[in-house]
Nanobody
């Protein structure tokens, strides 16, 4: 049984930081691409960041470049999303996802349909 469990969300003031974790179990994830998405109330889910686990390449949505960093720890089967300089518009439920195969172009990971399994999400609220 594949499981992805997000944690680390919470309430933070604008300008603050949070680090989200996505811990995986049930399968070895170390070679597979993983991504973070978010969904704000009344809005569609949107891509945030992705990482190609084998090579460590990363890809970000334009609105988080320079503020968020995605990274992975294969020994812990965990992927992180470090979020700095948070803004109220970053308020959303954040989800991690995994794709159980490699992908030729990292920017293809912007598409949520390319992922095979998702976590339940963790709430991030940024107050102004």
């Amino acid at each position: 049984q594949v499981q992805l469990v997000e944690s680390g969300g919470g309430l933070v003031q604008a300008g603050g930081s949070l680090r989200l974790s996505c811990t995986t179990s049930g399968r070895t994830f170390s070679n597979y691409p993983m991504g973070w998405f978010r969904q704000a109330p009344g809005k569609e889910r949107e891509f945030v960041a992705a990482i190609s686990r084998s090579g460590g390449s990363t890809y970000y949505a334009d609105f988080v470049k320079g503020r968020f960093t995605i990274s992975g720890d294969n020994a812990k089967n965990t992927v992180y999303l470090q979020m700095n300089f948070l803004k109220p518009e970053d308020t959303a439920i954040y989800y991690c996802a995994v794709r159980f195969s490699t992908i030729p172009l990292l920017n293809m990971l912007r598409d949520g349909a390319r992922y095979d399994s998702w976590g339940q999400g963790t709430q991030v609220t940024v107050s102004s």
